[in-house]
């Protein structure tokens, strides 16, 4: 039976509509009519609606704006117990895949938790006062079930701050974690999990990396925003006839030279800005055009020059696609949703005078799963288009 939860609730203001009425698993501070003191901050507390009806249990804290995240929407603890049915529950999901996303966070019910499985290594974000107040239960639970050679607490994101947390990386066994070699789909990359982006490799694009290559047999590929070259490389695998990838990051760029090293490709990288680079290209000089760029909008205040940002790159990469080539372009930004995104690049298609057709949308893949009651759970979108 659930202790610490028992006689403890958030109730909701009356008078108003949240999300969490219609299945979402968050409450915000301006929604609850009185907050519960500091003392109860990364606990398990009860959610009631205004009349006192249950709506679940989940992660409280007051310093966050989000106050309370749903674990379950039964009476529960958050406990060693808890933890180690949802953690399993999840790693059971997503199979036997060598690199992958085990847990992500309020989609497998455990909120702020994320676990990144790169071969013998995990690496674990631990993103909400909650999960982090439980960070020896979980280190505990996944080298019980699944045996790694090290774990990588990997908190340095900048939603710890939001949470009250301070930013830490370190691993379980206190040795430093060097740099090293991770096949993902197929290829091998040098990974620096301390200190590269997101957890080491954007794992959400992997199954990118290889549809899209199959596209590239016998065309001129640019990839822009390369980082470490996984389009680049695949198409190179493909039969590309010549593929050049470009990023602002010098670091980037190497990692991307060394990883084509590695896996016995040809492929040429430069550093550079891709604005500035696709204004200085020819017209119709390429075949295939990738672009994958960092997230232009982190907050809603950013959304009207994201859309600016992206409207310029997308027009941009349409100028030098050769009739019939083939774009294929990203947008990782949650606040850019699909029709928003589709209506950038009909209007940066209009403006060059070219005719779209949609070959394939693209979607974050299945071990990142999106919750149809969280709409922010859904960040990561693109198309694939023969530009006519």
Request: some cysteine; proline content about 5%.
């Amino acid at each position: 039976m659930p202790t610490e939860a028992t006689t403890v609730s958030i109730k909701l203001k009356p008078g108003t509509r949240p999300r969490v009425l219609h299945g979402h698993p968050w409450v915000f501070t301006n929604e609850i009519k009185k907050l519960l003191p500091s003392t109860y901050d990364g606990r398990a507390v009860y959610c009631r609606d205004s009349r006192g009806r249950f709506l679940g249990t989940g992660l409280y804290n007051s310093r966050s704006q989000i106050a309370w995240r749903r674990f379950s929407r039964h009476r529960a603890d958050w406990d060693e117990s808890y933890l180690q049915g949802a953690i399993a529950a999840a790693v059971a999901r997503r199979g036997d895949d060598p690199a992958a996303r085990l847990v992500w966070s309020e989609a497998d019910d455990l909120p702020g938790l994320v676990v990144d499985r790169y071969g013998e290594v995990l690496v674990v974000q631990l993103l909400t006062a909650g999960s982090d107040r439980m960070k020896a239960a979980v280190t505990a639970i996944l080298q019980d079930l699944l045996k790694p050679l090290e774990i990588l607490l990997r908190n340095d994101a900048p939603a710890r701050r939001m949470e009250g947390l301070d930013a830490t990386v370190r691993t379980v066994s206190g040795k430093p974690l060097q740099s090293g070699w991770s096949r993902i789909e197929g290829m091998e990359y040098r990974i620096d999990w301390e200190r590269g982006q997101k957890t080491g490799f954007y794992l959400d694009q992997r199954k990118e990396h290889t549809e899209v290559g199959a596209l590239a047999g016998g065309r001129s590929v640019l990839d822009a925003f390369c980082n470490h070259g996984g389009f680049a490389l695949h198409c190179v695998r493909q039969g590309a006839a010549s593929v050049l990838g470009v990023d602002i990051s010098e670091e980037a760029v190497e990692v991307a030279r060394s990883n084509a090293e590695r896996n016995g490709l040809a492929a040429e990288f430069q550093a550079a800005n891709v604005f500035d680079f696709l204004r200085q290209q020819e017209e119709a000089s390429r075949d295939l055009v990738i672009l994958d760029p960092p997230p232009f909008a982190r907050s809603k205040s950013e959304l009207a020059g994201a859309l600016r940002g992206y409207k310029e790159i997308n027009l941009r990469a349409m100028k030098v696609l050769a009739p019939g080539g083939i774009l294929a372009t990203y947008c990782c930004s949650a606040h850019v949703g699909w029709s928003r995104f589709a209506e950038v690049l009909n209007e940066a298609a209009a403006d060059v005078g070219r005719k779209l057709t949609v070959l394939r949308c693209c979607h974050q893949p299945p071990d990142h799963p999106v919750l149809l009651s969280m709409p922010e759970s859904e960040y990561l979108r693109g198309y694939v288009l023969r530009a006519d």
